[in-house]
């Protein structure tokens, strides 16, 4: 069977890729104009259309249409009235779009149409979130004021009536509620000082978290309002010690290692993080780290992607049989099989190691998507 994916990122060019399970191959097939595409989310009802975010200044989404062999066009373009969309989902009745607009600090609201062009050609409301600094009376030795000077919005998760906004500027997820059709913050999950809530993700009851800062994987119980989440517990995403680095001293720090993706794949048994900038051998790269669910909520394995900068890691959708990840600063893209006990073999082949293999700027590589 073939597989299409869509790569994309800090580029000019959405890349399609094809992987064929059977011969264990992955080419690229075709190229899109689409920039700084890194993020996308496929339409609620039309079929082969998807949306995608622009991560520029002023931000914009676009509308693209697939044909059966992955092969897209740009149908439109929506401005959505925020800086840097970096995150896309959808309302739980499809009628709607929300953007995390990560360098303003809002939300945008989008309608969206069953028919072309598929998408309202404004947003309807921006929702901002309010930032405060950490006062003196707070820890400030977590705080960090590179990443941490304002609201960061980078994800939107839908969970029952609410829309949650994991917030890494300001350390909270916002909780937001739809009150006489507009959209309203209700309230927050705060998170200790300096975690960098990211992205989080819903399951049987309770709330996890991957916080990008601290590199940690926190889980709340999670009941409907009024009622308040509490925090079960908090787990490191990285080894400790982490394995020994191949990599030669130079005179500027290392960037920080940093958590990042939270994937929860059928049959919903296992919850799999991504790290980045680990001190690890170029051979081994990055880990996916992977967690048995509340009530055990442990390490259950580790996996070491080959890649460097670990970038848009995404399960096959319909079985969760293939993972495909890339790596933004070398590693090219790549699949992995998942095998019964949970694990990621490489499926050898699987493999777009650079620009000369198709891909548009593979160092900038952000996204990979199965459409």
């Not at 001190?279 to 890649?307: C, E, I, N």
Request: negative net charge; proline residues 10%.
């Amino acid at each position: 069977m073939t597989y299409h994916l869509v790569v994309g990122g800090y580029t000019d060019v959405l890349t399609t890729l094809a992987f064929d399970g059977g011969a264990s191959s992955l080419k690229s097939t075709s190229k899109l104009e689409a920039e700084n595409a890194s993020w996308l989310v496929p339409h609620p009802s039309a079929p082969n259309v998807w949306i995608t975010t622009s991560e520029v200044e002023p931000g914009f989404v676009r509308v693209l249409k697939f044909d059966g062999a992955g092969k897209g066009e740009v149908l439109t373009s929506v401005a959505t009235g925020g800086v840097h969309p970096t995150h896309l989902a959808l309302s739980a009745d499809g009628a709607e779009l929300f953007v995390a607009n990560y360098s303003s600090g809002d939300m945008s609201v989008i309608p969206l149409l069953k028919d072309a062009p598929y998408i309202a050609s404004s947003a309807a409301q921006l929702v901002n979130f309010a930032y405060t600094a950490p006062g003196p009376e707070e820890e400030q030795s977590a705080f960090n004021p590179g990443r941490q000077e304002s609201s960061h919005p980078h994800q939107i998760l839908v969970v029952r009536d609410e829309v949650l906004v994991p917030d890494l500027g300001s350390d909270k997820i916002w909780r937001i509620q739809k009150k006489a059709e507009k959209y309203e913050v209700v309230g927050f999950i705060p998170f200790p000082r300096g975690t960098g809530p990211r992205h989080a993700h819903f399951l049987n009851g309770v709330l996890y978290t991957v916080c990008e800062l601290s590199n940690r994987l926190a889980a709340h119980t999670f009941p409907p309002l009024p009622e308040h989440p509490t925090l079960i517990a908090s787990l490191p995403t990285l080894p400790n010690p982490t394995p020994p680095s191949d990599k030669k001293p130079v005179s500027e720090p290392s960037p920080p290692p940093l958590a990042a993706e939270i994937l929860v794949p059928p049959p919903y048994n296992l919850i799999y993080v991504s790290n980045r900038n680990e001190s690890t051998p170029a051979v081994l790269g990055d880990s996916l780290a992977v967690f048995s669910p509340h009530p055990d909520f442990k390490l259950a394995h580790r996996v070491y992607t080959g890649v460097q900068h670990l970038r848009g890691v995404a399960f096959e959708p319909k079985e969760g049989k293939y993972l495909a990840l890339a790596g933004q600063n070398g590693g090219g893209v790549r699949v992995f099989e998942r095998v019964e006990s949970g694990l990621l073999v490489p499926v050898e082949g699987a493999l777009v190691a650079a620009a000369g293999d198709g891909v548009e700027g593979p160092e900038k590589t952000t996204s990979v998507t199965w459409i």
